[in-house]
């Protein structure tokens, strides 16, 4: 494999571990978006838009040429005689093709798995950070509608005990 390939195959194995990694459950949202947000990756992020539109055109790039090299070697005949050693050959460079096109076409796929899950994992982490705040809200609104209905239930009783004793006063005319 030649070098620009193993950097390509190298490029999709990380990408697999780092798809494993945001998959896992091995940190919560809320840490992946501390993460995310953290001075080195906002620094990045400034730029992130740039670099992946340019890794993405990188890897068609590889991906044509490995379709023009799956072509190329696709058409072979084998009306003459051939020998056995320009025909494994052939066989071998087909294989290779194969095998590049596959390479950069997963890369091509966990680049944009990634980037989507680390959009989903962002949103998940903002939509949990709502909900909390919401549930707290609701809290006490409800903590509030209790006092509020404790408050008027006891003004009631004093109003009800303040009318049975004028009640009482008036008929005994005191």
Known sequence: MSLVWTLIATFLYAEIAIVLLLV?????????????KSRFLAMLGRQA?????LLLGVLVLFLLEAI??????????????????????????????QRNFYISGF?????????RLITLIS???????????SLKQAKSASDAARNLMKQSTETGKEAQEDKTLEEVNFKFGL
């Open 24 to 36: 896992l459950p091995i940190a919560s949202p809320y840490r992946w978006q501390k993460f995310f």
């Open 49 to 53: 838009q740039m670099y992946f539109f």
């Open 68 to 97: 023009r090299e799956m072509r190329k070697y696709s058409h072979h005949d084998h009306e003459g005689e051939v020998h056995l050693n320009v025909e494994m050959q052939h066989s071998m460079r087909l294989f290779r093709a």
């Open 107 to 115: 890369s091509i796929f966990l680049t944009l798995v990634i980037r």
């Open 123 to 133: 949103a998940q982490a903002c939509l949990l950070a709502q909900s909390e705040a």
